[in-house]
Nanobody, 124 residues
């Protein structure tokens, strides 16, 4: 069984940066395509970024492209999301997700494993 635990969320001011981490256990992380999603109350869970098993390929939502960077350190079984130039529109619960797929996925239905989420709040 795969377990994902997010950390690093918190309260920041607009323009500041934050780095989220996702610790993976239960399976070798290199066997998993990884992604980040976020959700605001009353809205559907939104794709943020994804990364291939070895980190060679990445994909980003248009809303975060150029500001967010997804990386992974397979030796540490950890996924990261570096978030720069944060704005109030980035406020959400951020979820780490894992998939056994061999290719990058952008849909929630394509991910079998999810973390509990970590709150990111950006004030003006």
């Amino acid at each position: 069984q795969v377990q994902l635990i997010e950390s690093g969320g918190g309260l920041v001011q607009a323009g500041e940066s934050l780095r989220l981490s996702c610790a993976v256990s239960g399976r070798t992380i290199s066997d998993l395509t990884m992604g980040w999603f976020r959700q605001v109350p009353g809205k559907e869970r939104e794709f943020v970024a994804a990364i291939s098993r070895t980190g060679g390929n990445t994909n980003y939502a248009d809303s975060v492209k150029g500001r967010f960077t997804i990386t992974r350190d397979n030796s540490k079984n950890t996924l990261y999301l570096q978030m720069n130039s944060l704005g109030p529109e980035d406020t959400a619960v951020y979820y780490c997700a894992a998939s056994a797929r061999w290719t990058i996925a952008r849909l929630t239905t394509e991910y079998a494993y999810w973390g509990q989420g970590t709150q990111v709040t950006v004030s003006s």
